[in-house]
């Protein structure tokens, strides 16, 4: 069964720092684009951050220069480094996956199609 | 920062009527390269994560009911539910994944008149 696994989650002061995980099963991360997508308590979605299958990667404006996006190509595993923790990062955290393919020298992307249950992080001092 | 812009906020739709959702981006998600809307419909219900129902603007999700369906191409963009089901009730949003900053709506709220 294809699946996503986030851990790392909790309480943090303003400032802080944490690390999220994410461990796929059924597929590896190097693979697909994996992404970070977090809510806020009773608000909507809102994309964070991206890594390619090439390693290049991406961020939101609001989370650049203190969220790192990873992956350990050895334990499978895609990370989320997030420093410099505000109260506006709190908010559940999912990592998902873009469902992509290759036909012939065209790459087609079709939307995140597998999705952890998240893992929340709070900020609050 | 491509920006999404849904409508409405929210709507209550009888037991086997249509609802009828729109977004709008603020510029085209047209990926000319293959041909493709870069746009994705997400239904979420309380507790779940988002689960994916239409991508490239128009093509269901395996296993999505065909009462489901997108379409729409360029910058608008609209989600069709032909009969509405009580498990139909959720937070639906678009999404454009054809920038290098992903963008989704705010959420469309579908609840039952």
């Keep these: 069964e294809v699946q996503l696994v986030e851990s790392g989650g909790g309480l943090v002061h303003p400032g ?86 290759w036909s012939g020298y065209l ?6 199609d597998v999705w952890g249950q998240g893992t929340t992080v709070t900020v609050s001092s | 920062d491509i920006v999404m812009t849904q409508s409405p906020d929210s709507l209550a739709v009888s037991l086997g009527e249509r609802a009828t959702i729109n977004c709008k981006s603020s510029q085209s998600v047209l990926y000319s390269s293959n041909d493709r809307d870069y746009l994705a419909w997400y239904q979420q219900k309380p507790g779940q994560p988002p689960k994916l129902l239409i991508y490239w603007a128009s093509t269901r999700e395996s296993g999505v009911p065909d009462r489901f369906s997108g379409s729409g191409s360029g910058t608008d963009f609209t989600l069709t539910i032909s009969s509405l089901q009580a498990e139909d009730v959720a937070v639906y949003y678009c999404q454009q994944y054809y920038s290098t900053s992903w963008t989704f709506g705010q959420g469309t709220k579908v609840e039952i008149k």
């Excluded at chain 1, 220069?65 to 990370?79: A, K, Q, V, W």
């Excluded at chain 1, 790459?107 to 995140?112: A, K, N, P």
């Design chain 1, 107 to 112: 790459h087609y992307s079709y939307g995140l």
């Design chain 1, 16 to 101: 802080g720092s944490l690390r999220l995980s994410c461990a796929p099963s059924g597929f590896t991360v190097t693979d697909n684009y994996m992404t970070w997508v977090r809510q806020a308590p009773g608000k909507g979605l809102e994309w964070v951050s991206v890594i390619y299958s090439d390693e290049t990667t991406y961020y939101a404006d609001s989370v650049k220069g203190r969220f790192s996006i990873s992956r350990d190509n050895s334990e499978n595993t895609l990370y989320l480094q997030m420093d410099s923790l505000r109260i506006e990062d709190t908010a559940v955290y999912y990592c998902a996956r873009m469902g992509d393919f």
